[in-house]
């Protein structure tokens, strides 16, 4: 698709999604975002590539960003008296304490901003396991510029560079004020019409969800090498993904970036699902999230989502039950498991996922998962990843 193509549909859908309440402020609007987790947020040497990251952002966005919250006492009126305060107090703060600071062109908090940045960090107190996260959301209208690509390119450089991710994704997302309550019911409906948004109203509440798995598939997948050892590998998964061209992966500092498709997608459920999104969910659904008991991606309210309807958002583009087996030798293994073959009768062996199941003595066997119908529960998940 040209780029001049690619930008006029977009344009006919933005109205779509833009909103304003009875006085006229703008209570939503599209946005594109980076949103990315990643762990050890409470070490100082983190926080420091932090806000080198909030520095960058200003650099660019300065004349229009006016409003700032964060987790720390007094300090309200956005200047740049309080922005060194708030860098202080980011980078003195106890590592059992937690941080936070989102700085958009917002008027206030009751309405959506064009840009922001925002991060939560975690607290030493649970380990490199926990996730922070830090999403940069830029106007929906970035990638219509000239430049548009080649910056967003380099935002997504950066902050992969600075934050070493252990996962996130880029995508199209609905901005709302930072007083989101009321308004989620909007990024349900949406979501549920619009398939690639990224639902990120509660993403500060929803990653500790995300901590040995990603939260599914968007126009880039962001996964740190331990899940693509997990997938089978990068060969195996260049392998996988080079059948549709229009798929690339490039490298980053522990890890790689999985592009499904030159822009990023916005296409209605009703005109079908884009196939590299397709393609991508089905390659990565092995290491998706399993939410606990009770996750939501909104806080139980009408119109919002809840527990079934949050399951059935991380399955959008599953297609049928995943297969776990039966499994040919030198085709990684979805689940770890134990797997018998026909060609060794008697014998068990444990194969661990992403590991290749290995050859016969006579060349290629055909491996079978012991456990494997009981494993698969309906909505992609591989329960013993």
Request: aromatic letters at 12%.
């Amino acid at each position: 698709m040209q780029h001049t193509e690619y930008t006029a549909l977009l344009e006919q859908r933005v109205p779509e999604f833009t909103f304003t309440d009875n006085n006229d402020v703008v209570i939503s609007r599209l946005g594109l975002s980076i949103t990315l987790f990643f762990k050890r947020g409470y070490t100082l040497e983190k926080r420091e590539k932090i806000l080198a990251c909030f520095s960058r952002f200003r650099a660019e966005f300065g004349t229009h960003l006016r409003f700032h919250t964060h987790s720390f006492k007094g300090m309200k009126k956005y200047s740049p008296e309080n922005i060194a305060k708030v860098e202080d107090s980011i980078r003195n703060k106890g590592i059992y304490d937690y941080g936070g600071w989102t700085i958009s062109d917002a008027k206030n908090m009751s309405e959506a901003p064009n840009c922001l940045m925002r991060y939560l960090d975690s607290r030493e107190a649970g380990g490199d396991k926990k996730n922070s996260y830090l999403s940069l959301v830029l106007p929906w209208f970035y990638l219509k510029e000239t430049q548009g690509m080649a910056r967003f390119n380099d935002w997504l450089t950066y902050l992969c560079q600075q934050l070493e991710p252990d996962s996130g994704d880029c995508g199209y997302c609905l901005n709302m004020p930072f007083d989101f309550d009321d308004y989620c019911p909007l990024e349900y409906e949406l979501a549920k019409r619009y398939p690639s948004l990224q639902v990120n109203a509660n993403v500060f509440a929803d990653a500790m969800q995300y901590t040995n798995s990603s939260r599914g598939v968007n126009w880039i997948t962001v996964l740190d090498k331990r899940y693509i050892k997990r997938l089978g590998g990068e060969n195996w998964v260049r392998q996988v993904l080079s059948r549709d061209p229009a798929i690339s992966i490039e490298p980053y500092p522990g890890g790689l970036l999985i592009r499904a498709g030159q822009y990023p997608d916005l296409t209605p459920l009703v005109a079908g699902l884009s196939p590299q999104y397709l393609a991508v969910n089905q390659l990565i659904r092995p290491i998706r999230v399993q939410p606990q008991e009770g996750h939501s991606l909104h806080s139980y309210g009408i119109n919002q989502f809840n527990e079934q309807s949050t399951l059935a958002w991380y399955a959008r583009y599953d297609q049928g039950p995943l297969s776990l087996s039966p499994l040919e030798s030198g085709t990684p293994a979805l689940v770890t498991g134990n797997w018998t073959t026909p060609s060794f009768p008697h014998t068990m062996r444990i194969i661990h996922q992403g590991e290749m199941a290995p050859m016969g003595k006579e060349g290629e066997v055909i491996w079978w998962d012991l456990a494997s119908e009981v494993e698969d529960d309906g909505h992609g998940q591989a329960p013993r990843s």
